[in-house]
């Protein structure tokens, strides 16, 4: 092997492992919208629904990598304030989150033919993790594209390609271990036998019960912390001056490097914060816009109005979904987390059957 491709390969390496560093935090906020989208399956149902996601995961990234890769190498003068641009949108994914978290909407009646459709269910909650995993990929190619500007053109392809990778392989690997986990409960809970062994069994599985949604809350959290720390560093770095005033601002510490770590982390952080805040009000102009425009060129091409809430389904084709395991099992307690994703006019999670008519 020569000397310049050793060197080559060394540098991807390298650039890999720190854009997989920087994009940790963007993987632990999505993970946990992925693992809600696909809590309350059928169990037998759970991976092949993940293994779909994952599909278009891959697909997702043949687009956006040469999309990125072209603007890189055509137009690299765009990448600062696509960078800045990015960082917004992580912080608005962020505090987006957390206000719809805050404040529960309503629950939308529907027919029990909808609530009890479980392959429309499948399909609308595989939908709507595809999107998620849309936005997910776009955000890692960004912030993997961010990581190696500059780089040459080789070292920036076998970067973006196989961060893009290990993540989705990463990603969907976790998600798929974390929604069996209420099933292996489930399976320990009904292990027979009155001896230790037995005992053991039902005790971890209660004890998966009580730890899986803590842990998808917990990946949430986390999450959405290292997103406004991880948005308002591509602000800092996108902004023109946004670096310089930073520096200055830790200078004016004092020359201990410890103080000066910390603080820079928590300017990036309290910069995506403000970001994140600032964004609300942007959104409810922008967003509105662009779901008309949406509408109007479906509408347009004949094609439905997909920003509507969906239908209530006329029938019910089985199999329905599975019933609910007995109260105190793993799956109740993992059924029962909170969702962290839920926006305002879900009309996915825990749907409220419409009050049946008075017999005659």
């Not at 008309?292 to 979904?321: C, H, M, N, Y």
Request: proline share 7%.
């Amino acid at each position: 092997m020569s000397a310049g491709l050793l060197a080559l390969l060394q540098e991807t390496a390298t650039a890999t492992q720190g854009a997989m560093v920087k994009t940790t935090g963007v993987v632990c906020d999505d993970l946990a919208v992925s693992c809600n989208q696909f809590i309350g399956g059928q169990p037998d149902r759970k991976i092949p629904m993940v293994m779909k996601v994952a599909k278009r995961s891959l697909i997702n990234k043949a687009i956006l990598i040469p999309s990125a890769l072209a603007l890189s190498l055509t137009f690299p003068a765009a990448i600062l304030p696509a960078l800045a641009v990015g960082g917004a949108l992580l912080c608005y994914d962020s505090m987006h989150k957390i206000t719809h978290k805050a404040i529960k909407p309503p629950p939308v009646a529907v027919s029990e033919a909808y609530a009890n459709d479980h392959a429309a269910w499948e399909k609308r909650h595989v939908k709507s993790a595809m999107h998620t995993d849309l936005v997910l990929s776009a955000e890692v190619t960004t912030v993997s594209l961010w990581s190696v500007t500059g780089a040459p053109v080789l070292v920036q392809l076998g970067t973006l390609t196989a961060t893009g990778l290990a993540m989705t392989a990463a990603v969907y690997t976790a998600v798929a271990a974390i929604i069996k986990m209420d099933d292996a409960g489930v399976a320990l809970e009904k292990v027979k036998g009155n001896g230790l062994f037995a005992k053991t069994c039902h005790k971890a599985g209660k004890a998966i019960g009580h730890v899986a949604p803590k842990l998808i809350k917990t990946i949430g959290v986390v999450g959405m912390a290292a997103m406004f720390l991880v948005g308002g560093t591509m602000l800092v770095h996108g902004i023109p001056g946004g670096e310089h005033l930073v520096g200055a601002a830790v200078s004016a510490l004092g020359a201990n490097a410890v103080v000066q770590a910390v603080a820079v982390v928590a300017l990036q952080f309290g910069v995506g914060v403000v970001a994140g805040i600032a964004s609300l009000p942007v959104a409810k102009v922008v967003i509105p816009a662009y779901k008309k425009s949406v509408a109007w060129t479906r509408k347009l091409f004949g094609k439905p109005d997909i920003t509507k809430p969906l239908a209530q389904s006329p029938q019910a084709p089985e199999p329905a979904p599975k019933l609910l395991p007995p109260k105190g099992s793993a799956s109740t307690a993992l059924n029962a987390a909170v969702r962290l994703d839920a926006p305002a006019n879900d009309t996915q999670a825990k749907p409220v059957l419409a009050a049946k008519p008075p017999k005659p």
